[in-house]
């Protein structure tokens, strides 16, 4: 069984900081990529970034210049560091894992449960 747990969420200002952070957990291996989506209210969710394993990033446009992925693979963590915050960055945050293996199993993608971030006007 693997685990993804986020922190981080929070209310931010409209131009401030949020750190998220997310570590998984369950006797990894390796994990080919990693990275954040989001889900505004009534929105269908959407990706914010990922980073592959050998550190190869993306980002939604929409962030490109404001956020930050980073990982470090021995510790099995991501992170996302959001600058200049706006509001419509209000969503849930959620973290995503493609191909996590253990030394018994192949799991080709895992969630989060989610942390929210609101960012006010």
């Known amino acids: 069984q693997v685990q993804l747990v986020e922190s981080g969420g929070g209310l931010a200002q409209a131009g401030g900081s949020l750190r998220l952070s997310c570590v998984a957990s369950?006797?990894?291996?390796?994990?080919?990529?990693m990275g954040w989506y989001r889900q505004a209210a009534g929105k269908q969710r959407e990706l914010v970034a990922t980073?592959?394993?050998?550190?190869?990033?993306t980002y939604t446009d929409s962030v490109k210049g404001r956020f930050t992925i980073s990982r470090d693979n021995a510790k099995n963590t991501v992170a996302l560091q959001m600058n200049s915050l706006k509001p419509e960055d209000t969503a849930v945050y959620y973290c995503?894992?493609?191909?996590?293996?253990?030394?018994?199993?192949?799991?080709?993608?895992?969630w989060g449960r989610g942390t929210q971030v609101t960012v006010s006007a």
């Open positions: 369950g006797n990894i291996l390796s994990i080919d990529a």
């Open positions: 995503n894992a493609k191909k996590m293996r253990t030394n018994i199993h192949l799991f080709l993608e895992a």
């Open positions: 980073v592959a394993n050998g550190g190869l990033t």
